[in-house]
Every structure is written in structure tokens, then in C-alpha cells.
């Protein structure tokens, strides 16, 4: 049941962070200007962010599917939940209106959009913590 | 220490992917160049982030200040209705997005124009409103560049309290 819970974290996280960067892809320039709008980078380095942002996707999304790294692959895509939750909280506590640039859509960045992601941290830990014997630590176990 | 050195190293390769990725892409963030937020970019107040252009035309404050005065305009406040509450353009009508439009819609055969204003320079929520007005059928609708922190930098007519029209509207139940 375990290894089965942990495969579908996996899987899913994976799917998520894939869908997140194909739906970029087709606008890079719309998704930095949507980077831009959260006026946390300066200027200069929006399109450094907001392309990084979009490869590091890819390659989690990817090392999540085929279980290569997949452990630092959820720790970083943990990491990666918690700034944009960080940017998102901040955004709409100072009030700035903004499409959240999550999906490539024209989504608004809302209270929702801050729990969904916080939601997302539930896979990312159970794969970095949960061993799929269900002890919490370090796996060794391949899953 | 191990695993987060990994996490490290798989996000600088994915940062050095994505960027040198981006020049393959139909169109590619521009590396080299600045690019402000959509409030911030000289003449852009109100445009769609995204660099796609604004979809519903936009009036300035200078503009709109007098059709206000002569009451030739109606203003919709697509703000929330306890910003609304607290200040609002003079004879504006709360519309907040998602709400039936019936309010504005009503009033279309008396006034010619439309415009939206919401709080943030970037018009977000206006736009959503001016396009769902737009859509129902009204024909000219203007987003106020700025919105309402222009409109009140620029000492323009401002009122305070609940929507009358709205709630007289809410009461009936509908024309």
C-alpha cells in the first residue's frame, strides 16, 4: 500500500510540474511578464527567472517520472512550492491583482491558488520522508 | 546533505536548460532585457500582463473625470463590495466579478459608455468585468487606466457607502 502511495505522489507531482512548464512553453515571454507582475525579481533578471523556472519544472517533472533522484527531485520541488506560495501570499496581501502564471492561463492569483499549492507539499514531503515501509528518514528502499 | 546538494544540482541544470531553452521556444522571454511588472512599464497602466495588449479600450482619469461630472458615463466599481463601501466614484455601481450584470445592462439605453475600474494599476479584475459586460452585449465599455488610485490622486468625485441601486435591484429581485 505504501510503495503504491508513494509511486502515485510521485507520479502525480511529476504530472503537475510537467503540465506547469508545457502550458508555459508556447508564451515564455507572456510567463515573464506574469513573473514580472509579482515584483519580486528585478527587471533585468525576469526572463533569467521566469526561463529557469520553467527548465528546473522540466527536469523535476522528469526525475520524478523515472525515479532518477527522485527524493531531491520532491525536496527541490518542495522548495519550489514554497517560493511561489511565498509570492503569491505576498502579492495578494499587498493587494497587487496578477494572474498566477501557474498553468499558463489566464488564472488569478487568489487565496485558492495559495492552498492548492500548499496542498502540492503533501506529495512532495511523503516522498522525501515516507520510506514505503512507512518508517519516517532516509529511504533505502528503491520505490 | 547529500540529497539537498542533488535537489541543488538538479535545479541549476534545469535553470541552464530553461534558459538555454528559451531561444527555441515561438516566443522566448528576452534575455538582456528588462521587463517591469505591467503597473510599472512608462504608458502601460492597465495593459494585460503578458505584453498581449489590452483587450477592452482604456479612458485616462482626465478623460473620464468629466463624463462623471455631466453624468454622461456609467462607472462600475469591480472592486469588492466593502471597498466599494469605503469609497467609490461618484454614481458608480458595484459589479464585482461573477455577478449578474442585470444592473449595468439595465442602465444601457441611458448611458452610451461603460467604465470599469478596479483597485490595481494592472486591471485584472476590471478587465474580467468590462469583457463579461462586453460579451452581454454592451458596446462601448472602457477600462479606467490607473483605477481607483488615479481617480483619487487626481481629486476627482468620490462617495462613500453601500450600492443603493445595487440593493434596490437585489430587493426587486430582477426587472
Known amino acids: 500500500m505504501r510503495p503504491a502511495l508513494l509511486l502515485t505522489s510521485r507520479f502525480a507531482l511529476s504530472a503537475i510540474f510537467l503540465y506547469a512548464a508545457a502550458t508555459k512553453v508556447p508564451d515564455m515571454a507572456g510567463f515573464a511578464q506574469d513573473f514580472a507582475n509579482f515584483r519580486l525579481v528585478p527587471p533585468g533578471l525576469v526572463p533569467y527567472g521566469a526561463s529557469a523556472v520553467v527548465g528546473i519544472e522540466v527536469v523535476l517533472g522528469l526525475a520524478l517520472a523515472t525515479g532518477f533522484g527522485a527524493r531531491s527531485a520532491a525536496l527541490a520541488a518542495g522548495g519550489l512550492l514554497v517560493i511561489f506560495l511565498g509570492a503569491l501570499a505576498q502579492a495578494l496581501l499587498r493587494g497587487i491583482d496578477l494572474r498566477c502564471g501557474c498553468f499558463g492561463n489566464d488564472e488569478l492569483a487568489s487565496w485558492w491558488t495559495v492552498a492548492r499549492d500548499a496542498l502540492l507539499l503533501v506529495p512532495a514531503a511523503l516522498v522525501v520522508w515516507v520510506k514505503p515501509d512507512g518508517q519516517l528518514g532516509r529511504s533505502t528502499t528503491k520505490y | ?175
Open chain 2, 1 to 175: 546533505m547529500r540529497i539537498l546538494a542533488q535537489a541543488l544540482a538538479l535545479c541549476a541544470a534545469g535553470a541552464i536548460i530553461g534558459m538555454t531553452g528559451n531561444g527555441f521556444t515561438p516566443r522566448p522571454a528576452p534575455l538582456g532585457a528588462r521587463v517591469t511588472s505591467t503597473a510599472e512599464a512608462p504608458g502601460a497602466m492597465c495593459q494585460l500582463p503578458g505584453g498581449r495588449g489590452p483587450v477592452v479600450p482604456r479612458i485616462s482619469v482626465e478623460e473620464a473625470k468629466p463624463l462623471c461630472v455631466a453624468c454622461s458615463a456609467l462607472f462600475v466599481d469591480a472592486r469588492s463590495a466593502a471597498e466599494y463601501q469605503s469609497g467609490h466614484i461618484t454614481g458608480a455601481i458595484h459589479l464585482a466579478r461573477g455577478e449578474p450584470a442585470d444592473p449595468v445592462l439595465w442602465r444601457l439605453g441611458v448611458y452610451k459608455t461603460v467604465i470599469v475600474y478596479d483597485r490595481d494599476p494592472s486591471c485584472a479584475l476590471a478587465d474580467q468585468v468590462a469583457k463579461a459586460l462586453l460579451e452581454r452585449g454592451a458596446q462601448d465599455v472602457r477600462v479606467l487606466t490607473g483605477a481607483w488610485p488615479a481617480w483619487m490622486a487626481a481629486g476627482a468625485p468620490g462617495a462613500a457607502g453601500p450600492c443603493a441601486v445595487c440593493g434596490e435591484h437585489a430587493q426587486r429581485g430582477g426587472p
